[in-house]
């Protein structure tokens, strides 16, 4: 085993240098095995942990049938049917801590391209990026991870601590993590291999997530009493929805107000209403939809009885709402969650990024319901999220994905430079 000195993350890197090219194939590999869905690609990742040594298992589950405390989400926004997360487990030779990397392989649907972009699933060099559908979200996260070991197999014999890595599904509420955070014994830390949502790449580490609230509010109103065609004339004998819903809106958003809630915003992000034929007609009802966000050390039950109590407010301070109740339908809900700054994880992510991109890292906490919080609150595992810099994210909606070519890779030689010596570490000794 090599040494854990001042030479091993030099040692990491001529490794990474020298592998480069296939590194970067690997990415390719992994975009090309998109246009053939979620289960091909875990497929590729089984095959790629098993030829490097790990003991490899297939977790099915279906996610409508997770009990998570610390969360909720409504059936119906489950992507339905089976999935499947693929563990690969190198167990340590000796009293070294264990580190748990996984990242996600499902992607956000595509029509395609887009005018004047590349295919889809073909990874584009250009430069200093790779374009390709899905190569920030999250398959250079993906491969990073399984070559970040790959690195570790090529400069150390072995290792004292164990090594867990997962390909666990995300997106459309799957959660694939928890099943495997089920089924697996304490570990000492985590990484998320995971872009930072800002586009900062690695000058920032996730170390904290908001939580979430998303909802639904159905409200009726009442149009005047006319057989006019056009309202607007009778316009203040009206009940207009649209007003009632602006009104619980600005409510909901003032509940960072409230003592205990500092720190909550809120943003009305829907509203349904009327018809843009029929301007001149008040509309019968109205539906507004809401999404808040709160800081770690607020509570999910917390924000949620603000939210029903905002509403119930308004219940009672306008005659039309108290006896025609306005309809809460609760969509998503999850805790926030954040990583101590003094944790040796923090401590050791830092300083290797650091060491390898030459700047110190600052901390990205304003990504929502970012997947480090399945770990630290499923399990109480710290975890930090860190990847490469990327843009046009496919959950953000845009086309002409794409990742840094440069930083993909000293992604790959920071990620082993930290589970060499976060697992060459007594567990013991470092607490």
């Known amino acids: 085993m090599i040494s854990m000195g001042p030479d091993m993350r030099r040692i990491v890197s001529e490794v990474v240098t020298e592998h480069a090219p296939r590194y970067v194939r690997a990415l390719k590999d992994l975009v090309a095995l998109g246009r053939e869905g979620e289960t091909a690609i875990q497929a590729h990742v089984r095959d790629r942990l098993c030829a490097l040594g790990a003991q490899v298992d297939l977790i099915a589950y279906d996610p409508r049938q997770l009990s998570i405390p610390y969360e909720f989400v409504a059936p119906d926004l489950v992507a339905p049917g089976p999935r ?152 203040a004998e009206s009940v207009n929805p649209i007003d009632l819903a602006t009104t619980i809106a600005s409510a909901v958003r003032r509940l960072a107000d409230q003592t205990g809630l500092a720190g909550v915003s809120a943003a009305l992000t829907y509203l349904a209403a009327g018809s843009r034929e029929r301007l001149h007609r008040v509309p019968v009802v109205a539906e507004v939809g809401m999404t808040v966000a709160f800081p770690p050390a607020v509570r ?8 029903e109590g905002a509403i119930r407010d308004q219940r009672l301070t306008h ?60 399990r109480g595992i710290p975890t930090v999220g860190l990847g490469p810099r990327a843009g046009s994210l496919g959950q953000a909606g845009g086309i002409g994905e794409w990742v840094d070519l440069g930083e993909y890779l000293q992604t790959i030689t920071i990620t082993a430079a930290v589970i060499l010596r976060w697992c060459g570490t007594s567990a013991v000794a470092a607490r």
Request: hydrophobic residues 40%.
């Open 300 to 307: 999910l039950a917390a924000v949620r009885a603000a939210v």
């Open 84 to 235: 499947a997360s693929v563990v690969g487990i190198f167990r340590g030779a000796g009293a070294g801590r264990s580190l748990l990397l996984f990242a996600h392989p499902d992607l956000e649907p595509t029509d395609g391209p887009g005018g004047g972009q590349p295919p889809p699933f073909r990874a584009v060099p250009d430069g200093g990026r790779i374009f390709g559908r899905g190569v920030a979200d999250d398959l250079a996260g993906l491969s990073a991870m399984c070559c970040a070991l790959e690195t570790v197999r090529a400069a150390a014999a072995d290792l004292p601590g164990t090594v867990v890595l997962a390909s666990a599904p995300s997106k459309g509420h799957a959660r694939g993590i928890v099943p495997v955070l089920d089924r697996l014994p304490p570990l000492d830390g985590g990484l998320y291999l995971h872009p930072a949502e800002s586009g900062e790449g690695l000058a920032q580490l996730k170390t904290a997530t908001p939580g979430t609230l998303r909802f639904l509010v159905h409200i009726s109103g009442r149009p005047p009493d006319t057989l006019e065609p056009d309202h607007t004339p009778f316009a």
């Open 319 to 378: 005659p039309w709402l108290a006896h025609h109740p306005p309809t809460l339908r609760w969509l998503s809900g999850t805790a926030g969650a954040a990583v101590d700054e003094a944790d040796d994880i923090v401590h050791l992510t830092v300083t290797e990024t650091a060491g390898v991109t030459g700047r110190a890292p600052t901390r990205y906490a304003r990504h929502a319901s970012s997947d480090i919080r399945h770990p630290i609150l499923h």
